[in-house]
């Protein structure tokens, strides 16, 4: 089953304490992309990735880091997090034809 | 910069009626893709309908379709007998299709409540 997979799903930590986000994908898509969703604002993009080793800032990065050395993997670090950081994230993968993307299930992080 | 503008924060529906949200955008590109995007409260983001720039007709699944006015930068959608599985968030999507582009811009949502 085609399918992006997000762990964990719920995390709650403190400010401070360096956390990683695990993101993977089996469709062998090259675009995979970071969003953070907040009530009222919609989703935003964070990093994204057009392939292994390449990555690039979207319209939300500070605080955030990402790395890509397999293309089916593409985690997001937050080395420090953050009360604001605090929110719903989605890993996302992208079709070839850039006409679909695959949502993660969603990680729902507090930072204390 | 890409932006996408949804106007209706909250919209409401009796079942089996319709109901159209609406979404602009704003771009200098000729050549995008446009989404809806539902999620319900299970927070899963479910893709309901996509739209290319270039193509003239309106796409449809099943009970969604839009109208897209693409000289207005305008991409509604209408759900035609609204079911109560509808209730949801739905979020208006633009992908620009340059090169060393990997943006997907959303607007901030409309909750869509449908009533018995």
């Known amino acids: 089953e085609a399918q992006v997979t997000q762990n964990p799903r719920y995390l709650i930590t403190v400010t401070g304490k360096k956390l990683t986000v695990t993101c993977s994908q089996n469709?062998?898509?090259?675009?995979m992309s970071w969003y953070r969703q907040d009530p009222g604002l919609g989703l935003r993009q964070i990093y994204y990735?057009?392939?292994?080793?390449?990555?690039d800032k979207g319209d939300v990065p500070e605080g955030y880091k990402v790395s890509r050395k397999e293309k089916r993997n593409f985690p997001l670090i937050l080395e420090s997090p953050s009360p604001n950081q605090t929110s719903l994230y989605f890993c996302a993968s992208t079709s070839g034809s850039r006409n679909e993307q695959f949502f993660g299930p969603g990680t729902r992080l507090t930072v204390l | 910069a890409q932006t996408v503008t949804q106007s209706q924060p909250e919209m409401s529906v009796q079942e089996a009626e319709t109901v159209t949200l609406s979404c602009t955008y704003d771009?200098?590109?000729?050549?995008?893709?446009l989404f809806w995007y539902k999620q319900p409260p299970s927070r899963q983001m479910i893709l309901v309908i996509r739209?290319?720039?270039?193509?003239?007709q309106n796409a449809t699944e099943n009970r969604f379709s839009v109208n897209f006015q693409k000289a207005a930068k305008s991409f509604s959608l209408k759900i035609s007998d609204s079911q109560l599985g509808d209730a949801a968030m739905y979020f208006c999507a633009y992908r620009s299709l340059s090169s060393g582009s990997e943006k997907l811009v959303f607007g901030k949502g409309t909750k869509l409540t449908v009533n018995p």
């Open positions: 739209q290319e720039a270039y193509k003239q």
């Open positions: 771009t200098s590109e000729s050549d995008y893709y």
């Open positions: 469709m062998n898509h090259e675009y």
């Open positions: 990735s057009m392939n292994v080793e390449v990555t």
